[in-house]
T-cell receptor, first 112, second 114 residues
Framework: SQQGEEDPQALSIQEGENATMNCSYK?????LQWYRQNSGRGLVHLIL?????REKHSGRLRVTLDTSKKSSSLLITASRAADTASYFC????????????FGTGTRLLVSP | DGGITQSPKYLFRKEGQNVTLSCEQN?????MYWYRQDPGQGLRLIYY???????QKGDIAEGYSVSREKKESFPLTVTSAQKNPTAFYLC?????????????FGPGTRLTVL
């Protein structure tokens, strides 16, 4: 089952613009993670936010988490053509063994 | 170089044949996972293993089988019972201890049934 729904499904922007992706989930979580996937490749972990955190930064990435609304957002600032990829959120219920549930993903296209 | 390797990168199978996808890691991770990804979709969990000689079904285990005889290896067999096996298969691993661990992914195997 896929718990996360991501919005938008696809996003097309110009280099230098900011990109915002949203993720909604259904059940209580221990943490939420964002991953990136280049076409035809494996996933790469970007950032993890714990359920007791509201915001986290890593370089040009900013993640927010609102557990009351069961939603998260990923903001990429000053985007580059190399940011073109699919982005997935994944939730971990924290049941003692990690079992991530992935969202449907947002395809980001950054044009030069 | 530490990481996860998957082989082959591309695999073609005739209907009715079983095929085995390889996944090896040298990260000393206890937990390993197999996911299936269909075009434009997220990842769905097939099987996972917490430790050697132990594994559990994920959300879509029907038509698949696994083994975990060594810590480093978690091969996936796609059997002829899997009705729609054409997909991109991803293997991942993580530390078993702790609540805030990321998963590390292999490069994937694209399986096509002819």
């Amino acid at each position: 089952s896929q718990q996360g729904e991501e919005d938008p499904q696809a996003l097309s922007i110009q280099e230098g613009e900011n990109a915002t992706m949203n993720c909604s989930y259904k059940t209580s979580i221990n943490n939420l993670q964002w991953y990136r996937q280049n076409s035809g490749r494996g996933l790469v972990h970007l950032i993890l936010i714990r359920s007791n955190e509201r915001e986290k930064h890593s370089g040009r990435l900013r993640v927010t988490l609102d557990t009351s609304k069961k939603s998260s957002s990923l903001l990429i600032t000053a985007s580059r053509a190399a940011d073109t990829a699919s982005y997935f959120c994944a939730t971990d219920a924290g049941t003692g063994f990690q079992k991530l549930v992935f969202g449907t993903g947002t395809r980001l296209l950054v044009s030069p | 170089d530490g990481g996860i390797t998957q082989s082959p990168k591309y695999l073609f199978r005739k209907e009715g044949q079983n095929v085995t996808l390889s996944c090896e890691q040298n990260l000393n991770h206890d937990a390993m996972y197999w996911y299936r990804q269909d075009p434009g979709q997220g990842l769905r969990l097939i099987y996972y293993s917490q430790i050697v000689n132990d594994f559990q079904k994920g959300d879509i285990a029907e038509g698949y089988s696994v083994s975990r005889e060594k810590k480093e290896s978690f091969p996936l067999t796609v059997t002829s019972a899997q009705k729609n096996p054409t997909a991109f298969y991803l293997c991942a691993s993580t530390l078993r201890v702790g609540l805030y661990n990321e998963q590390f992914f292999g490069p994937g195997t694209r399986l096509t049934v002819l």
